[in-house]
Structure formats: C-alpha cells, structure tokens
C-alpha cells in the first residue's frame, strides 16, 4: 500500500510524528488504537511492534507493508500483557474518545518497561478554538469551547478536551518528559487546492517541525504531542 490515498493534513501529521519519534529503534512497541495501521507499519521497519484497534474495517483495509502483530480488540487486551513488556507505547488521538482514562494509563505504566516510554497525541482546545474563529468563521463553536464545552469529530464522536498534565493526574506512574505542538498553522491554511501541493506539504512540515518545540507556538498548535517516561 502507498499513501496516495491517505489525505494532507493526516499524512503531514504522520510524517511529523515519525520525526519526532525518529529516535525509536530496536524497541518493542505497542500501538495503542493503530487505525489504519500507518504507523505500526512504519515503525515495524526497525522495531518489533504490536497493534491493538477495535474497528474491523480499519484493520481490514490496513498498511502491511512490514511485518507487525495486530490485535482486534481494546483496552480489555491490555491485561493479556505481562508487566514489563514494551518499551514504548503509542496512543494516538484515542484518550479523548474513552471513558476509561485512568485505567488505561494504569495498565500502561504495568506493561511498560521501568524508564520506559509513552507516546499520546492529543487535541489542544486553544488550537481548535484558533481554526473555528479563522478558518470556519463558526463563532459560537469557539465560545462554546472557551466556555468549557468539547468538541465533535466526524467519525469518533465526541471529543473531550484534556490538558496535558491530566495525564500524569490521572496515573502517578509517569512523568511528562517533553510536549511538543503539532499542525500550529496547517489548520488555518484556507486555500485548499495548495494543500495537495508536495513541494508545499515539505515546506509546511519543515516550519512544523522548526517551531514544535517552541512555547509560543505550542500553546496555539492544534494538537500536542506528550512524551511521557515511567518513573
């Protein structure tokens, strides 16, 4: 499989989480709510990894273009673990949409290695509240999210906004090593057709990748990225 049919804005922000994990080698890894499998796929290049997803389609029609162990099912497979087992975990865009938070990280920092490392990329609600007002002009979204409401998306439902140091709230076990911003300024481009560009999609990515790590931007970027280690 290629990416030819995998939209801009999901590819760019593949493509900069894969930088920002390119230190992961020789790890054996759990993804964690894998979708489509693009980045189990990818990191099974170099790394042993096992994928969890409950949706069938998804699984059916992922990447394999490596090889990697997929699961079908959900936090319940967590317990089927030893302690101890990955030394890194991915979970992607998933802990907004369960209800079960505590008891996932809980399970989390028993299968992971001591020093072992957590991956979650998550919504930043001053970012989406940055796309309403400038990109869709949907003014009362934006109240609505200052006001303390949560959001929708299409295919998942409800998004329930958290903040970064609910993670480490919520399971003392870790410790947030580093937050980096993701998409500060893909979501507010209006002009469409340039999107599709591949010669603007590597310059977006590189002023991406130049301001991750900078807090100015971080605040304002559309989802973060949280890198968490085990105590």
Request: net charge negative; aromatic share 10%.
């Amino acid at each position: 499989m290629t990416y030819d049919n995998i939209v801009p804005w999901e590819l760019l922000q593949k493509k900069q989480t894969w930088e920002q994990l390119s230190f992961v080698q020789n790890k054996k890894i759990l993804d964690f709510g894998s979708g489509n499998g693009m980045s189990a796929n990818h990191f099974a290049v170099n790394n042993e990894v096992t994928a969890i997803e409950p949706d069938h389609n998804a699984v059916n029609h992922r990447f394999t273009n490596t090889k990697y162990t997929q699961l079908v099912g959900a936090e319940e497979l967590l317990i089927t673990f030893p302690d101890e087992t990955f030394d890194m975990i991915l979970c992607h865009n998933v802990l907004e949409y369960v209800s079960d938070r505590e008891t996932i990280l809980s399970e989390f920092v028993r299968i992971l290695k001591t020093g072992g490392q957590l991956s979650v990329l998550k919504h930043n609600k001053a970012g989406r509240v940055m796309q309403m007002v400038v990109l869709l002009n949907n003014f009362q979204h934006a109240k609505d999210l200052l006001d303390g409401g949560d959001g929708q998306a299409k295919k998942f439902g409800t998004i329930n906004y958290y903040e970064d140091t609910d993670l480490i709230k919520w399971c003392k076990g870790f410790t947030i090593e580093k937050i980096l911003g993701m998409r500060t300024f893909w979501d507010l481009q209006q002009n469409q057709e340039i999107q599709k560009d591949t010669a603007w999609q590597n310059e977006m990515l590189c002023i991406e990748n130049k301001v991750s790590d900078m807090e100015a931007y971080k605040a304002i970027a559309f989802f973060h990225h949280v890198l968490l280690i085990k105590k």
